[in-house]
């Protein structure tokens, strides 16, 4: 039986997951972390607390920007594994967590989306970029996200960074007027993020070559199921594990 604590157990996402745990016959709810129900029973106001008052195999966190590396940080200080599902982490943030679960012994799972069909934009994303030299990524959400850009789109300008570098027309520095209207460059590649109502997280990779193009793109509606098989694959997947494993594309066979 893994043992799980749910960070964000009571948000839109953690409480699917919350559900889905509870469900599965290999699993347990040991506690959940929100600091709107705290009750000091099985609902906690930190990740600090809920693990030091119950034996956790896995921290779950489907928290939010400002605290998820705090709760990463506390889960490793216990030698807890994580899966970690929120946004905000940088490249740095992921060198130090991926050190300091070496040090610990334990494993890490962070995707910027735990779809299993996102999951799989990644990867075909990566062949694709093995042929292909040029490419831009779009990252719609909602309008009031806070952070810029998605995990989701991070991710995979991350994963493509290691891939290649992509081809642009013209550098950047070399362009007249706000160059901001061409994007962000995260790993080398261009991603321009957009934010609007109706938008929950939809992720949109255009690759391009002389006289054609070839999109992926992954929507997501206003339901948290598509996220939770996936993290549910992670939670089980993570106890053998040691150090940071990026994206949930690694854990599908």
């Not at 839109?12 to 290999?26: F, K, N, P, Q, Y």
């Not at 995990?151 to 992509?166: D, F, S, Y």
Request: glycine letters at 8%.
């Amino acid at each position: 039986m893994i043992r799980v604590c749910v960070a964000g157990s009571t948000g839109w996402t953690g409480r699917a997951v919350v559900a889905a745990i509870e469900s599965a016959d290999d699993l347990e709810l040991v506690a959940g972390v929100s600091r709107s129900a705290a009750d000091g029973e099985r609902v906690f106001a930190s990740v600090a607390e809920a693990l030091d008052a119950c034996e956790a195999d896995v921290l779950v966190d489907f928290t939010h920007a400002e605290t998820v590396k705090a709760n990463v940080l506390a889960a490793l200080e216990r030698r807890v594994a994580v899966v970690v599902g929120s946004s905000g982490l940088t490249a740095d943030d992921y060198a130090e967590i991926d050190a300091l679960a070496k040090d610990a012994g334990v494993g890490v799972v962070a995707a910027g989306n735990f779809s299993i069909l996102a999951a799989l934009l990644l990867r075909a994303a990566r062949e694709i970029a093995q042929h292909v030299d040029a490419w831009e990524i779009v990252d719609y959400a909602s309008a009031t996200k806070p952070d810029v850009p998605s995990g989701t789109a991070r991710e995979l300008a991350e994963q493509l960074g290691e891939v290649r570098t992509p081809a642009l027309g013209r550098e950047i520095e070399s362009l007249t007027g706000p160059v901001e209207a061409r994007g962000a460059t995260v790993a080398g590649s261009q991603i321009h993020s957009v934010r609007l109502p109706s938008f929950v997280v939809s992720t949109e990779i255009v690759f391009a070559a002389p006289g054609e193009r070839l999109v992926l793109r992954h929507d997501a509606n206003e339901s948290p199921e598509p996220y939770v098989a996936g993290t549910l694959t992670a939670v089980r997947a993570v106890g053998g594990l040691v150090g940071l494993t990026r994206g949930l594309d690694a854990l599908l066979s």
